[in-house]
C-alpha cells in the first residue's frame, strides 16, 4: 500500500475496512506527524521487501499500530529513508516506544529471540528530498533536450527536402530554357544559312534564250 501526500484527503474512509496489508506500506513525503490511519489493520506482510518504509516524512513523530499482530518483510520488516522519525525515535521519546512496539511485533512473527534484530530495522541516509528533486529535475531536462532535438531534426529534414525539392526545379526550369535556347539557335542557323543559299543562288530568268541549229548553217 502506498500513502503519499496526494493521500492526505479523507484517508480514514479510505482505509477504514483494512486489517490486512499483503503487499507491505510505503509512506512517502507526508507532513503528517503522527501515522495512525492503520491503528485497526492487525497484519502487514510482504514477501518482496520491507513491509514497511517510510521514506522523506518531513515531521513524523509517532506511529500507532496498535492493533497489529503481524509484522513481516521479504527481507526486512521496516525502513527508515531520510525520515524524520528516525531523529525523533531516540530513548525515552513517545516515538521511540511506538519502534519497540513494532519491534516486539516483528520478532514474535518472525519468532525471533534476539532483540533489536538487523533483520527489523534499517536507517537509510540518501542525501534526502533534494537529492529526489535534482533526480527528477535531471530526467525532466533529459526528456525536454530529447523532444527539443526530435524537433529540432524534423524541422531540419523537412528544410533539407524543401530545398531539395526547390534545386530540382530549378535544375530542370534551367535544363528546359538551355534546351530551348538550343532549339532557337538551331533554328536561326537554318534559317540563316537557307536565306545565305538563295542570295547566292539568284532568282532564275523568265525569257530562256533559243539555241541556233547549226543544220541550218
Not at 501526500?5 to 503528517?32: M, N, S, W, Y
Not at 496498535?66 to 513481516?72: G, V
Request: charged share 35%.
Amino acid at each position: 500500500m502506498f500513502i503519499s501526500e496526494c493521500f492526505r484527503f479523507h484517508p480514514e474512509k479510505k482505509v477504514a475496512k483494512l486489517t490486512q496489508l499483503e503487499a507491505g506500506l510505503e509512506v512517502i513525503e507526508t507532513d503528517l506527524e503522527t501515522f495512525d490511519y492503520l491503528r485497526h489493520v492487525n497484519e502487514i506482510v510482504t514477501s518482496y521487501g520491507p513491509a514497511m518504509i517510510f521514506r522523506r516524512n518531513k515531521k513524523l513523530k509517532r506511529l500507532n499500530f496498535n492493533a497489529l499482530n503481524k509484522l513481516k518483510g521479504g527481507n526486512i520488516d521496516i525502513v527508515l529513508e531520510d525520515d524524520h522519525f528516525a531523529e525523533e525515535a531516540g530513548d525515552g521519546s513517545a516515538g521511540f516506544n511506538d519502534l519497540m512496539m513494532l519491534e516486539s511485533v516483528s520478532r514474535e512473527t518472525d519468532q525471533r529471540t534476539e532483540k533489536c534484530s538487523k533483520k527489523f530495522l534499517e536507517v537509510k541516509t540518501t542525501g534526502g528530498s533534494s537529492g529526489g528533486v535534482v533526480m527528477y529535475l535531471g530526467y525532466f531536462l533529459i526528456a525536454l533536450f530529447v523532444i527539443l532535438l526530435a524537433v529540432a531534426i524534423i524541422l531540419t529534414l523537412k528544410e533539407w527536402k524543401k530545398w531539395k525539392t526547390e534545386q530540382e526545379q530549378a535544375g530542370k526550369k534551367k535544363k528546359k530554357n538551355k534546351k530551348d535556347e538550343t532549339n532557337k539557335k538551331k533554328k536561326s542557323g537554318s534559317e540563316e544559312k537557307k536565306t545565305k543559299k538563295t542570295a547566292t543562288k539568284g532568282p532564275k530568268s523568265k525569257n530562256t534564250p533559243v539555241k541556233e541549229n547549226p543544220k541550218k548553217k
